[in-house]
């Protein structure tokens, strides 16, 4: 499945943590209903 991600390989923890991180701050207060996708580009491939 790694080889289908447009990245080719599968994504690392402190890849995927960032944006959790990001979002528990005071800098994204202001953001609601937003879907973040971390997928290395699967979807927009498609």
């Given at each position: 499945m790694?080889?289908?991600v447009p990245a080719g390989r599968w994504g690392r923890p402190d890849e995927i943590g960032w944006p959790i991180?990001?979002?528990?701050?005071?800098?994204c207060a202001f953001v609601t209903g937003h879907t973040m996708v971390i997928?290395?580009?699967?979807?927009?491939?498609?």
């Open positions: 790694a080889n289908r991180a990001l979002l528990a701050t005071d800098a997928d290395g580009g699967m979807t927009s491939s498609y």
